[in-house]
């Protein structure tokens, strides 16, 4: 992608070149490879595509597409977030601790934290410190906040945190609306709004920008900032799915959410952010597991071949890059 398209003034332009750059083969695995699933479940299971059924196993899914949509908001600029797992979970205890009873409390905590990711992207970028290294150091730090704040999983969640996740529509599956609410805010503030533009640039040339005039620290301070509030949004989650705090329970959303955001079209080299696929990606990756159970697979054996599947998957996804390269 050019710098000029990115940093075109009208926002209509860019819509266009984002719709031009980004929409190919590569961004329909995450869609087939849900498709394949779902109907290899409907095989095993005929009630799983009722609503009821999809409600049932898509519902656990929902934490992980918020973790997706962090990992984006880093990967978008080039950069890997290997602290996504258990800052979902220290968020999750912080609702199952505070949010019930001392909301303000809760709502302070939340904001250092978001404060605490634009730290980091600060540092990232002030310092030249490679993300990993800095995204890792994090993740031990909120693993030891969050053992901390609730040393063992409990905790009080709120009941409308946990109606709010047990709702049931009659015509379209619940988690699939949460989903879709999820992906439209991600598409709002990373496709739509005018500086999503600037982000999206600094991770295919980011001299380019900086040469324009934009501030590489402001950038990299917007990024960890959202991915900070997709990470709370998927502890909330977490925590009215599971009723309690738990900061390691979602300790392999980390390794999932990079999975599921290269699955839905995006790219370790930035400069692309793809919210649906991102999304459908963690749908996918979330019921290949369930799927695996019904069809008869052991659960010491369902972590490989669900590592199988997405290697099969994300190779289907070099091979169509390299053939859209070459045409």
């Known amino acids: 992608m050019s710098a000029a398209p990115v940093l075109s003034p009208s926002p209509l332009a860019s819509l266009r070149e984002i719709a031009r750059t980004t929409i190919g083969p590569s961004e329909?695995?995450?869609?087939?490879a849900l498709v394949v699933l779902l109907v290899v479940a409907a095989v095993a299971e005929p009630n799983v595509l009722s609503v009821s059924g999809l409600t049932l196993l898509l519902s656990s899914a929902i934490p992980l597409v918020f973790a997706?949509?962090?990992q984006m908001c880093l990967i978008m600029l080039g950069d890997?977030?290997?602290?996504?797992?258990?800052?979902?979970?220290l968020t999750s205890t912080v609702a199952a601790v505070f949010l019930d009873e001392?909301?303000?409390?809760?709502?302070?905590i939340?904001?250092?934290?978001?404060?605490?990711?634009?730290?980091a992207g600060a540092l990232v970028q002030i310092r030249q410190i490679p993300a990993l290294i800095v995204t890792l150091g994090a993740s031990f730090i909120w693993l030891g906040i969050g053992l901390t704040i609730l040393p063992v999983p409990g905790g009080h969640v709120p009941q409308w945190l946990i109606k709010a996740m047990a709702i049931h529509t009659p015509v379209i599956?619940?988690?699939l609306l949460l989903a879709a609410a999820a992906a439209g805010l991600a598409y709002l503030l990373m496709i739509r709004m005018p500086y999503s533009a600037v982000l999206r640039g600094f991770g295919s040339n980011s001299e380019a920008l900086s040469r324009g005039g934009w501030s590489a620290v402001r950038v990299r301070i917007t990024a960890y900032a959202l991915a900070a509030v997709f990470g709370i949004l998927g502890g909330l989650a977490t925590a009215g799915i599971i009723a309690s705090g738990d900061t390691q329970a979602s300790a392999n959303y980390t390794l999932l959410a990079i999975a599921a955001t290269i699955l839905g079209g995006g790219r370790f080299t930035g400069g692309r952010a793809v919210p649906l696929g991102a999304v459908v990606g963690a749908l996918a990756i979330s019921v290949a597991g369930?799927?695996?159970?019904l069809i008869g697979i052991t659960s010491n054996f369902q972590t490989g071949v669900q590592g199988l599947i997405l290697i099969a998957v994300l190779a289907g996804r070099v091979i169509t890059d390299r053939s859209r390269s070459r045409a």
Request: glycine share 10%; aromatic share 12%.
């Open 28 to 32: 329909l695995l995450a869609p087939s």
């Open 68 to 70: 997706a949509l962090s």
């Open 80 to 89: 890997i977030d290997l602290g996504t797992g258990f800052f979902i979970g």
């Open 102 to 108: 001392r909301p303000l409390v809760a709502v302070i």
């Open 110 to 119: 939340f904001v250092l934290l978001v404060a605490g990711y634009a730290a």
């Open 173 to 175: 599956p619940y988690p």
């Open 290 to 293: 369930s799927v695996l159970a």
